[in-house]
């Protein structure tokens, strides 16, 4: 939601001078940080949850995904965590947790924002190359006294064995609350090339004077059965009302029995900290 409140913060600022939005959208696992934040069209791991719901039914597998992350720059941190069925039945499911707190220095001293969010993801192929999918996202955040929940729908399409696209529409419910609920949608694609993955994800909000573009894209890279390695970057558009926003990430993968562990770290070039963030993940 960091595209949101980049457009809308000069106008509320009079009513949260102390106290700005918390972003759970960019609190992910390490290995989807490590490619840019873009993920939403592959569906390889359990963090589809947050993304397009429809990509949880592109791959059969049950995942636990848990890990956690702290901003050196910015006095953020974060746990999250998600579970995902998509080999029990036709009908995938996910839920994902996710507990973010910031510290922000304003005039009137120092302010503790925090923020949780709930995600359940369900998902369902309508044909062999394509899958629908609905989530729901529940926002709890002391900074804007936001208790609300709203709608994510998208679509997923298999392009042979190699390739997936895919399309979402996010916070379809007016929740009244722009800055941390606003409506926005993503068109992303991703290759699977061997031991190589490709995504590139882009998303916009299209309301008057809103129209602020986010490009992500990220790859990975297997080398042998247990080494991973992973690179990508994000970066948000200029407006009338808001800067460029450039990172720049990179992290390593180690696939062992049925899981593996991964590490990334996400550099902002537009004067934000530094984001490290470990993961443990479980496949069965």
Same mark, same amino acid.
Request: glycine share 10%; net charge negative.
């Given at each position: 939601m960091l595209r949101s409140a980049l457009l809308l913060a000069p106008l509320l600022a009079s009513t949260v001078a102390?106290?700005?939005?918390?972003?759970? $959208?960019? =609190?992910? $696992?390490?290995? $989807?940080?490590?490619?840019? #934040?873009?993920?939403?069209?592959?569906g390889t791991s359990a963090v =589809?949850?947050?993304?397009?719901?429809?990509?949880?039914?592109? +791959?059969? =597998? +049950?995942?636990i995904d848990v890990g956690g992350a702290y901003d050196f720059g910015e006095k953020t941190w974060y746990v999250a965590g998600y579970v995902r069925d998509s080999s029990t039945s036709v009908l995938s499911g996910g839920y994902s947790f996710h507990l973010l707190s910031q510290t922000t220095d304003a005039s009137t001293g120092s302010t503790t924002v925090t923020g949780i969010q709930?995600?359940?993801?369900?998902?369902?192929p309508v044909a062999d190359y394509m899958t629908v999918g609905?989530?729901?996202?529940w926002l709890i955040e002391n900074a804007l006294n936001i208790n609300a929940a709203s709608l994510d729908v998208g679509a997923a399409f298999k392009l042979g064995t190699v390739a997936s696209v895919g399309f979402a529409g996010h916070n379809l419910l007016d929740t009244h609350?722009? !800055?941390?609920? #606003?409506?926005?949608f993503d068109l992303s694609g991703g290759l699977h090339l061997?031991?190589?993955?490709?995504?590139?994800?882009?998303?916009?909000?299209? #309301?008057?004077?809103q129209f602020h573009p986010?490009? !992500? +894209?990220?790859? $990975?890279?297997?080398? #042998?059965?247990? +080494?991973l390695l992973r690179a990508g970057t994000d970066f948000y558009t200029r407006t009338t009302t808001s800067p460029e926003l450039w990172f720049l990430s990179a992290g390593v993968g180690f696939n062992i029995d049925k899981g593996g562990f991964d590490v990334a770290l996400r550099q902002s070039l537009s004067g934000g900290g530094t984001l490290f963030v470990a993961s443990l993940r479980i496949v069965l």
């Open positions: 102390v106290a700005q939005p918390v972003d759970l $959208e960019q =609190a992910l $696992e390490a290995k $989807e940080v490590a490619m840019g #934040g873009a993920y939403r069209a592959l =589809a949850i947050d993304g397009n719901p429809a990509a949880l039914s592109l +791959f059969k =597998a +049950f995942q709930q995600v359940l993801a369900l998902a369902l609905v989530s729901s996202h609350h722009p !800055l941390e609920l #606003g409506r926005y061997g031991p190589l993955q490709v995504a590139l994800d882009t998303l916009s909000n299209f #309301g008057p004077k986010q490009f !992500l +894209f990220g790859a $990975e890279l297997g080398l #042998g059965k247990i +080494f």
